[in-house]
């Protein structure tokens, strides 16, 4: 039996670049679906110090080599 990975990620984008940031957001989640990954939770950070996130994100996959093949 395989474990699942699940993964904390932090994510920094550009001032004034959130639509490209999202459309970024959705390819990449649509392509994590094909290895069986999800973003579990994706959470916006409140406006803070410039060396905080934008977003953080929980993902997960199913097992170790899905994750290495995605």
Avoid at 21 to 46: H, L
Avoid at 47 to 62: I, M, R, T, V
Wanted: aromatic residues 12%; negative net charge; without cysteine.
């Amino acid at each position: 039996m395989t474990s699942p990975i699940v993964l904390v990620v932090s994510l920094w984008i550009r001032e004034g670049r959130i639509a490209e940031f999202e459309a970024y957001e959705r390819r990449a989640a649509s392509i994590m679906k094909r290895y069986g990954g999800s973003i579990e939770r994706a959470v916006r950070v409140e406006a803070g110090a410039p060396s905080d996130p934008f977003e953080a994100h929980l993902d997960s996959f199913p097992s170790q080599t899905m994750f290495e093949a995605y």
